[in-house]
Structures are given as structure tokens and as C-alpha cells.
């Protein structure tokens, strides 16, 4: 059996992009095949898509986390095929162990580094990142949130942060900002969403209580201090940062290079003022669930295209043109 896929042979711009046929997957006897409605054009898909050009300086992560990537991605053509990890759907099918799930669930997952997800047909196995869908959240909305969501949850919870703290999100309107942004509110937190310009309505929309336009403002000199720095692109600087963090506030990074992680050594042991470097590892997606249906986490979504316009999606990503998440739409789907 085949289905329709969005296939990449060569690492480059968008128009790598073709909608192919291949294999429709099986699943096993512990998986589940999901009939995808949609997928979230995030951050990992442009970088994996564009990766032979992305070299060690470009990479926000230390050498050895490059060199591992290129490992995984491949070095002169890509060895991952088909893009695509935050995706919801219907299940299809069950394998006969499945216990978990039926024919007809709705579901939204992470199948993270592995990708696979821009395709008509996708398998899970039914332990892994994978849970019913927020029943407040249409299928295009539960993409955006799934792998997101772990990460700044992941990320947040190595931080204890305490209402009425001052919070700062440097890179509010990311996949990842968002919802940190969304997160750090919850906790009772005065937020500072930090973006680029034609997303500062958004981050505003979003909940936060003031917003920085970075392309205009460098929040290390407006005099404000916070008790917590949150850098998810690590664009800012630690040096310059500490300024403007109060006495025992944290420096969080969720991209970091040898010289973070020696800074965070460092500040372990000497001074108030904390670096911390964290990589998201939990999984825990039936929590995400419960935070969306608890109106705790929100998406914004910008626009959609059906899988025939794939390139135009990431060109549309790529230009820096969208105000809110940007998905793939499949299957012709009505149900979005
Ligand atoms: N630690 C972990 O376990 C882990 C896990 C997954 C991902 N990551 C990392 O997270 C990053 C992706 O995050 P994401 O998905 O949120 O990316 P994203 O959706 O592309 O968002 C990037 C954010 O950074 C902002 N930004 C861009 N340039 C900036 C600047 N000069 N100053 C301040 N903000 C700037 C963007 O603002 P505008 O768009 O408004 O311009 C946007 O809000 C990747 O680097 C990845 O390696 C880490």
C-alpha cells in the first residue's frame, strides 16, 4: 500500500520539498498507525532541512552535539527522509498488543528526533510519546503543543519559579517561548515576552504582562531586573545579562555551547547569580493534555497549507513571516 509523503533527497532550500508516493507503514503488533491531520512546521524541521549548511558556529549547541547531529542527519545528504515531529490525528489501526488506544481515537504526539511526520500515515508505538488529543483544541491547534510544550515544561521545571517573580523570555514567540511564556503566567509569574516585531501583539495576546521588541531594544539596558532569564535561542549573553538579574536569580538556557556550560559550573560554586543549562529528556504528554484542557496553554496559529504547498510553508517560516505557529495540513482533512 502506498501513501503521499513530503520527501527530501538533498539537503537546501524549501523547494526540496516534494510530495512523493512511498510505502504506507505497518504498524507492529505494539504500535499504533495514525492517519495524520497535522503537523507543525517547528524549528527542528528548518535547521534538519537546511542542515548540511548549518555548520558548528551556526549551531547553537556545543560541537559535540553538532558533530552527533551530523552523525544522525547525515553529512552531504540527508539520512532522515521525511520531516516532521509534532503532529495529531486519528488512530487507523492497532496492533494486536495495543491496549491503550482503539480504532477512531483522536491523538496528538512527539516522535522528536526521529521525524517521519509529514506523511499521510504515520506509527507509534503506543507507549511512546503519543496520548489522546485535548478535547478543546482542534488537530491543528494539538500539533503546535505537543513537542513544544514538553520542552518548556521539561525546561521550566528545573526552575522553581514563584508568584510574583519577574520572568523574562528571551524569544517569547517561539514554539518553545510560547508556551514557557504561557507556563511562567501560571505560576503566578510578571512575564517579559522578548521577540522580533511583527510578533509582539502575539506574545501580548499571549499573556504577557510587558513586551521587548528585539530588534529595537537590548533588555539588558532598560533597568528592569528579573528573577528569572529564560534564553531559548541563547541570542543574549550571560555576561551582560547579570546585570539585570536580582540577587540568587537564574540565567536559564535551553541552547548552549562549552562556554555555558562552564559558566553554569562555575556559577555552582561561586555567586548569587546562577547559569543553567537543561536538556528536555521527559516525555510526559498525557500532563500536556491536562494543561491544555485546563485552558493552562494556548496555541496561536498564523496559518495552515495542505501538504501540497510543504515548501511554501517553510518559506513562509523561513522569511520570518509568521505571527503564530504554521502547520501541514493531510488527508483533506474537514475536521481541522
Ligand atoms: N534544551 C533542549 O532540550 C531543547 C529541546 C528542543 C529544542 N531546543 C532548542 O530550542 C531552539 C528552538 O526553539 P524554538 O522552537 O522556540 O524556536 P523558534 O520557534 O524558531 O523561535 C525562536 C525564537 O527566538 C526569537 N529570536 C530570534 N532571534 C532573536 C534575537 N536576536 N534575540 C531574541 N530573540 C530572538 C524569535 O523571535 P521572532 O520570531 O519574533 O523574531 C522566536 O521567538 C533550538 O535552538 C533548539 O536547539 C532545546
Not at 510560547?178 to 522578548?194: F, P
Not at 510578533?199 to 499573556?207: P, T
Request: charged fraction near 25%.
Amino acid at each position: 500500500m502506498k501513501m503521499k509523503a513530503i520527501v527530501f533527497e538533498n539537503f537546501g532550500p524549501p523547494d526540496v520539498l516534494q510530495l512523493k508516493e512511498v510505502e504506507k507503514p505497518v504498524p507492529k503488533d505494539n504500535e499504533v498507525l495514525v492517519k495524520v491531520y497535522a503537523v507543525h512546521v517547528n524549528y527542528g524541521d528548518i535547521l534538519t532541512r537546511n542542515f548540511r549548511k548549518i555548520s558548528p558556529r551556526k549551531f547553537y549547541m556545543s560541537f559535540l552535539m553538532w558533530f552527533f547531529a551530523k552523525i544522525f542527519l547525515g553529512f552531504r545528504k540527508p539520512k532522515i527522509k521525511i520531516l516532521g515531529s509534532e503532529f495529531a490525528g486519528e488512530i487507523e489501526s492497532v496492533g494486536k498488543d495495543v491496549e491503550r488506544f482503539k480504532e477512531g481515537d483522536q491523538v496528538f504526539g512527539y516522535k522528536g528526533m526521529n521525524m517521519g511526520a509529514y506523511a499521510e500515515y504515520l506509527c507509534m508505538p503506543e507507549k511512546g510519546t503519543v496520548a489522546l488529543k485535548p478535547t478543546n483544541m482542534t488537530f491543528e491547534e494539538a500539533c503546535t503543543v505537543s513537542g513544544n510544550s514538553l520542552t518548556a515544561r521539561n525546561i521550566l521545571s528545573k526552575v522553581n519559579i514563584e508568584s510574583g517573580q519577574k520572568v523574562l523570555i528571551n524569544g517569547a514567540s517561539g514554539g518553545i517561548g510560547s508556551i514557557a511564556l504561557q507556563l511562567a503566567k501560571n505560576s503566578g509569574a510578571e512575564v517579559t515576552g522578548v521577540c522580533g516585531t511583527p510578533r509582539l501583539e502575539m506574545v501580548k495576546a499571549l499573556g504577557a504582562d510587558k513586551v521587548i521588541d528585539y530588534t529595537k531594544v537590548d533588555f539588558t539596558t532598560k533597568g528592569e531586573t528579573y528573577n528569572l532569564i529564560f534564553d531559548v535561542l541563547g541570542k543574549s549573553s550571560f555576561s551582560r545579562s547579570k546585570k539585570v538579574l536580582n540577587k540568587n536569580g537564574i540565567y536559564l538556557l535551553a541552547n548552549f555551547k562549552s562556554r555555558q556550560l562552564l559558566q553554569m559550573l562555575r556559577t555552582s560554586i561561586i555567586g548569587s547569580k546562577k547559569v543553567k543549562c537543561v536538556l528536555s529528556f521527559e516525555e510526559d504528554i498525557d500532563a500536556i493534555k491536562e494543561l491544555v484542557e485546563a485552558g493552562k496553554i494556548k496555541s496561536v496559529i498564523d496559518r495552515s497549507f495542505p501538504m501540497e504547498q510543504a515548501a511554501e510553508a517553510h518559506d513562509y517560516v523561513e522569511k520570518g513571516l509568521k505571527k503564530g505557529y504554521v502547520v501541514i495540513t493531510f488527508n483533506n482533512n474537514d475536521k481541522n
